[in-house]
């Protein structure tokens, strides 16, 4: 075993808070590896911290006109408040603005820069004329060279996931102005990729092909079968860690350059905090370096930022990279700019006091070798049907009889049989089962081994019968209660990394300090007899989620779909001019429908009989998809009557109603609501 462990995880943009696709693609993996390292007594150090410079910061300041300082400030408390409502456990949450990780970048950059690690080169980069400055990634967008996605950004394609440089990009356009961008002269750092390519192809493709997941080594083999090209490191921008060289002046450190090195001065922000040298956890050999991303940081955290660390001479590199695929909501990719997303702060509102049913839904069902779906009836399922009718049936049933039989007291067992013998065999197993999933990074594995041993106590207990052996033979109850006891205080420790607000309250329910992860595979007795746990009313671990609840939040969703179409929604460009006298040819009228049938075999047309006023007259309307026949009856309309008839389905049609669509795209009638109007009154 190694000494140590630094576990990092993605340093999330301040540009807005928190979504279910970051927890279960990042920081719940990355906090279930870290909690269970720290249950069998690992040395851990947790880091993270908020990634406060990027394209993304400066276009968000633009939209709100605010600075950029103003933007981290208010997301970074969001986002750790988040974490810390949901009990992501980092030993540190840092933020790259901070005055240590601006120092520690700069010298970074300085020990590659003095031993000539960069390659200095003027080439010709994008350049907004009207903004008056050159376009970094982000205020770049244009057509993707790869997949032909003409939304892609300058730094990446987000249908395809490739990397791009902004030159990349087919028809680009600045993102600031709308201008189409012309190239200009400037001079930039890279760091030379292709020195690496040897390096990197012994490291992973040989020397990590059997131990990391496929979808992360398979990307970077993509990647390294291209051939790797330099990369700048610094951007002509105001906003960031500033160039400390001479010639550097108005430029910054790239961001994908500066927010790795976040995490090694997050590591010295704590390390000074505790007591601790920061170097233990990078620099040492014992020490092993995991990163918790997702797909999308791939290529940073495994070919790019490991070559950095390699240039450097004096880091270690990591063990693994355990990349999570992406997390889509109800069918659709999440999106932070449609709203398409379920944001943290408002599902503590909504479910209060339930982050454990979140974070088990979301690790049940966690993308990690492709991706996923989180739906909100899945979400209930898991609660309804899991949490609450296997863990806590079985929980709430032995502290109920607990208290019932025995006062709240663990009674004293008489004879084990040979079920209740097998019974605590099969409970000490299950320490090894979970931490080999959870040691191969299978987390869904591991929620659904922990399940299983509450499903070992609920059988238990169906087939011992307590309830009833408590009539006939006492002493066969006290054993019975005694064995569910152990089970449920296995429980409480086992589902520490998954569930660790349910941890909390069930070691509360059953006044338990066992905290130690390998204790219930080597100890016979994990509740003696004679403790007492708590009495009193039951307190249950979980409630049901009613079906209500449930709509509320499809409702909520459906809501944001039909903004973004309506946000997306194109207005027809104006016609042609037209002259007064082509207007008053339009003979418009009040009329109401009196009558309408659907026309046999179409789906789209209403045959509708309609008093104009002026006469009776049938008109074929295209409607049926919109409007049954029974609901437009009535309905007051306004026909256009010296259209010249036409023939459809050899129905002939003597005009035709105005029609418009409202915001959501549905039909609607165009007329006059006003009691006082009659039929054939002229419109003008």
């Known amino acids: 075993m190694p000494k140590r462990y630094t576990i990092t995880a993605a340093l999330p943009y301040t540009n807005g808070p928190i979504h279910i696709g970051h927890l279960a693609g990042v920081y719940v993996p990355a906090d279930i590896y870290s909690r269970y390292l720290r249950l069998t007594g690992n040395d851990v150090a947790f880091i993270c911290g ?27 408390a969001i986002i750790k408040q988040s974490f810390e409502d949901f009990g992501i456990s980092f030993d540190n949450y840092s933020r790259t603005s901070a005055k240590i990780h601006h120092e520690t970048a700069s010298e970074f950059f300085k020990t590659l820069y003095n031993k000539n690690e960069f390659v200095e080169e003027v080439s010709e980069q994008l350049y907004d004329a009207e903004a008056n400055q050159f376009l970094a990634d982000r205020f770049v967008t244009g057509t993707c060279p790869k997949c032909g996605n003409e939304e892609a950004y300058g730094d990446q394609c987000e249908n395809c996931g490739t990397s791009l440089n902004a030159t990349d990009l087919i028809n680009p356009k600045s993102a600031i102005t709308g201008n189409i961008p012309s190239l ?15 390096f990197l192809k012994e490291w992973i493709l040989k020397g990590h092909k059997k131990d990391w997941k496929p979808n992360v080594y398979g990307q970077v083999k993509s990647w390294i079968d291209d051939g790797l090209r330099p990369r700048a490191v610094t951007r002509d921008l105001d906003w960031g860690i500033p160039v400390p060289v001479e010639g550097g002046e108005g430029k910054v450190l790239y961001v994908w350059f500066d927010a790795p090195i976040g995490y090694i001065s997050s590591t010295k922000e704590w390390a000074q905090r505790v007591g601790k040298n920061w170097e233990d956890y990078w620099k040492d050999e014992n020490t092993e370096l995991y990163h918790f991303i997702g797909k999308d940081n791939i290529v940073f955290h495994c070919i790019i930022f490991p070559s950095m660390l390699k240039a450097e001479g004096s880091y270690i590199l990591p063990k693994n990279v355990p990349a999570n695929e992406f997390l889509n909501l109800e069918g659709n990719k999440l999106s932070t700019s449609k709203n398409w997303a379920v944001w943290l702060p408002d599902y503590l509102k909504e479910f209060p006091n339930q982050q454990d049913v979140l974070r088990y839904a979301l690790t049940a069902n966690a993308p990690e070798t492709k991706d996923n779906d989180f739906t909100w009836k899945d979400f209930q399922a898991r609660n309804n049907n899991e949490l609450v009718a296997i863990f806590g049936n079985f929980i709430n049933r032995v502290v109920v009889l607990t208290n019932k039989y025995y006062n709240g007291i663990i009674p004293e067992p008489s004879e084990f049989k040979d079920i209740d013998k097998e019974t605590l065999t099969t409970l000490k197993a299950y320490p090894s089962v979970i931490s080999s999933s959870i040691e191969r990074f299978r987390f869904r594995e591991g929620s659904q081994e922990l399940m299983n041993l509450a499903r070992l106590g609920n059988k238990y207990l169906a087939d011992e019968e307590p309830w009833k052996t408590i009539k006939t033979d006492e002493a066969r109850t006290t054993t019975v209660m005694y064995v569910a006891l152990q089970i449920a205080t296995a429980l409480a420790v086992l589902c520490e990394p998954f569930l660790p607000f349910t941890s909390n309250k069930l070691k509360r329910i059953l006044n338990s300090h066992t905290n130690n992860w390998s204790s219930i595979s080597k100890e016979d007795i994990l509740m003696p007899s004679g403790h007492l746990i708590q009495t009193g009313k039951p307190e249950l671990l979980f409630s049901k989620i009613e079906d209500s609840e449930i709509q509320n939040q499809l409702d909520k969703l459906e809501t944001n779909r039909k903004a973004n179409k309506n946000a997306n929604q194109s207005i027809e460009p104006q016609k042609e001019e037209i002259t007064f006298d082509d207007f008053t040819k339009l003979d418009l009228r009040v009329g109401t429908i009196l009558e309408a049938e659907k026309m046999p075999k179409t789906k789209k047309l209403l045959v509708l009989k309609i008093d104009t006023g002026i006469d009776t007259r049938t008109i074929v309307s295209g409607i049926a998809e919109s409007f049954k026949p029974e609901e437009v009856i009535g309905k007051r309309v306004t026909v256009l009557v010296n259209l010249a008839p036409r023939k459809l389905r050899g129905v002939e049609s003597q005009g035709m109603i105005l029609m418009t669509e409202d915001k959501t795209g549905n039909l609607v009638f165009v007329n006059p609501d006003l009691g006082e109007i009659t039929n054939g009154l002229k419109i003008s």
């Not at 968000?60 to 400030?73: L, T």
């Not at 200009?184 to 040897?198: A, Q, S």
């Open 50 to 76: 908020s990634d406060e410079h990027g394209v993304p910061i400066t276009i968000k300041a633009k939209k709100e006109g605010v600075s950029p300082q103003d933007i981290v400030d208010k997301y970074h």
């Open 184 to 198: 200009k002269e400037t001079k930039h750092w890279f760091l030379p990729l292709n020195k690496h390519e040897e």
